[in-house]
């Protein structure tokens, strides 16, 4: 996940409520694993408010001695494409390797080709290519700070390994509009109810909430581009999962909910429901 000022994207943020304070649960440091991650093929579907399809997608992940690589893709129907790549390993911490993000075409306000490596524990480069529209490209390359829990891509598997009930404070690389680390607090808001047939289950609804800083919050709140909270649902029984997402993909943008979907078989128009 990362914010830009100008056209933050998702991995995401947002919220209205105000929920239970935060745990002190070691806010520096990289996440603790509780829940290994794995070989994943996952189907996902981007929509609006109203449930309008906006965007097919797949999520594709590959585990091997501990290393994991995971892709979400998002394919729109106006040939838009939403891709971000996270390569991260799992020895005991989460701790990001590499993140690549691109975004293109009509669905967004100009195109971007992002990406942080890690270089040391402390340290990464980035890249990082935006191109208005009828504009030319423009690209910067650079040192950043890189901290043990930068969670760029990882914030849903960062969410899924927290205590049951409680948040905690991660850091991310966003765009200001040059790479900046910033934190994102992720606050439980609650327990809510979902079913599934005649099964009901118990979801954590989460607040993403991006904190600037004092100097670029200000002029990020005066010029009207401060990067609204977005919510994050994960189920919470026996093995946390994902639920729904609903935030927007760029600053200034509509809000998108991301959810689970099923293909359709070829040939059965049973299972394809839209």
């Known amino acids: ?15 209205f409520a105000v929920g ?7 806010p520096s440091t990289a996440m603790p694993v509780r829940y290994s991650e794995g070989v994943v093929h996952g189907f996902l579907t981007l ?18 001695d501990g290393d994991v690589q995971g ?9 838009s494409l939403s891709e971000e790549t996270t390569v991260f390993t799992q020895r005991g911490v989460f701790s990001l390797q590499s993140y690549h993000q691109v975004q293109r075409g009509p669905a967004f306000p100009r195109d971007l080709d992002f990406k942080v490596t890690r270089t040391s524990a402390t340290t990464g480069t980035y890249q990082v290519t935006t191109k208005p529209r009828d504009e030319k490209a423009d690209s910067e390359t650079g040192k950043l700070d890189l901290p043990p829990d930068a969670s760029n891509g990882l914030v849903i598997p960062s ?5 049951p009930g409680k948040g905690r404070t991660l850091h991310l690389v966003a765009l200001a509009p040059g790479p900046k680390v910033i934190e994102l607090e992720i606050n439980p808001l609650g327990e809510e109810k979902i079913t599934h047939g005649n099964s009901k289950e118990t979801v954590i609804r989460y607040a ?4 600037l800083g004092a100097l670029l919050g200000t002029a990020a709140k005066v010029i009207g581009k401060y990067p609204p909270d977005q919510h994050l649902w994960m189920a919470n029984q026996d093995a946390p999962g994902f639920v729904k997402f609903e935030g927007s993909m760029y600053n ?3 809000v998108w909910r991301i959810s689970l979907a099923a293909p359709c078989m070829t040939g ?3 299972s394809c429901v839209e």
């Open 71 to 79: 892709r979400m893709v998002f394919h729109f129907n106006d040939g």
């Open 1 to 15: 996940m990362r914010i830009d000022l100008k056209t933050w994207t998702l991995g995401g943020l947002l919220a």
């Open 20 to 26: 239970p304070a935060l745990s002190a649960e070691s």
């Open 252 to 254: 200034d943008g509509p």
């Open 268 to 270: 059965d128009a049973k």
């Open 208 to 211: 993403l909430h991006p904190k």
């Open 159 to 163: 969410v899924k390994n927290l205590s």
């Open 47 to 64: 929509s609006d408010l109203n449930g309008k399809v906006l965007a097919k997608g797949e999520l594709l992940q590959t585990a091997k």
